[in-house]
């Protein structure tokens, strides 16, 4: 079972609100990411972090953005609320493992934040 | 252009029956190919990861088989339990840089029935 949570796990909000969405881990790992699926569809990098004070832009483009302060701490950030900013956002920390000259990124997802934009 | 697509993209079944997913993949350099379970309101679960070195991993009742010849991997699910409904997603990753980029696919919703 893997140690990374994600508050809160369903938000409803109104146009234009700031929002914060957390995610923290406590397994020590040094990448983070954040994804963004819509349902039925599949999961979209937005953003991702080597360490502390890295933080980089994913694949998907996002009006979002992150801080990476602590290790430990990865949140994503909305200045303002739109509906077009309804969906659900997964948190992802992960550990590499070495052998046989290669390497497997396992990724640990948290539960997800639904969001909700009226 | 990098690719991963699954089929079929909804499966039911009924409980106890065995079943296979299907993952194609155009993603090059070929790192590792992981099946993930996916919850509905939920975050993935890993369930399998393999090498292009690795044909075949168990985890209880699920399989996976990879053939990176053919960039082609499966998913068996042995005695299926209601517990197995989700979506279960085919996660591959690339040799291509230090972040080891995942390419995702749709997934495959599975609804077993009592």
């Known amino acids: 079972e893997a140690d990374i949570y994600q508050t809160p796990r369903y938000l409803v909000i109104g146009t234009g609100k700031k929002i914060t969405l957390e995610c923290s881990q406590t397994?020590?790992?040094?990448?983070m990411y954040w994804y963004q699926q819509d349902p039925g569809m599949e999961l979209h990098l937005i953003h991702y972090?080597?360490?502390?004070?890295?933080?980089e832009k994913g694949d998907l483009s996002s009006e979002s953005t992150v801080s990476r302060i602590r290790t430990e701490h990865f949140p994503l950030t909305l200045e303002s609320a739109r509906p077009s900013h309804t969906s659900q956002y997964l948190c992802?920390?992960?550990?590499?493992?070495?052998?046989?000259?290669?390497?497997?990124?396992?990724?640990?997802f948290g539960a997800g934040t639904r969001l909700s934009v009226l | 252009k990098n690719q991963v697509e699954q089929s079929p993209q909804s499966l039911i079944i009924l409980e106890g029956k065995n079943c296979t997913l299907q993952?194609?993949?155009?993603?090059?350099?070929?790192?590792?190919l992981r099946w993930y379970k996916q919850d509905t309101g939920r975050g993935p679960v890993s369930l399998t990861i393999?090498?292009?070195?690795?044909n075949t991993k168990s985890n209880g009742r699920y399989t996976a088989t990879l053939d990176a010849d053919t960039k082609q991997s499966s998913l068996h699910i042995t005695a299926s339990q209601l517990s197995d409904s989700a979506s279960y997603i085919c996660?591959?990753?690339?040799?291509?840089?230090?972040?080891?980029?995942?390419?995702f696919g749709r997934g495959t919703q599975l609804t077993v029935w009592p």
């Open positions: 992802a920390s992960s550990e590499v493992f070495k052998g046989a000259g290669l390497d497997k990124n396992i990724q640990y």
């Open positions: 397994m020590g790992h040094d990448k």
């Open positions: 972090s080597y360490g502390v004070n890295s933080t």
């Open positions: 996660v591959v990753s690339d040799r291509g840089s230090t972040l080891g980029r995942l390419y």
């Open positions: 993952c194609n993949y155009t993603v090059s350099p070929f790192s590792n």
């Open positions: 393999m090498t292009f070195s690795e």
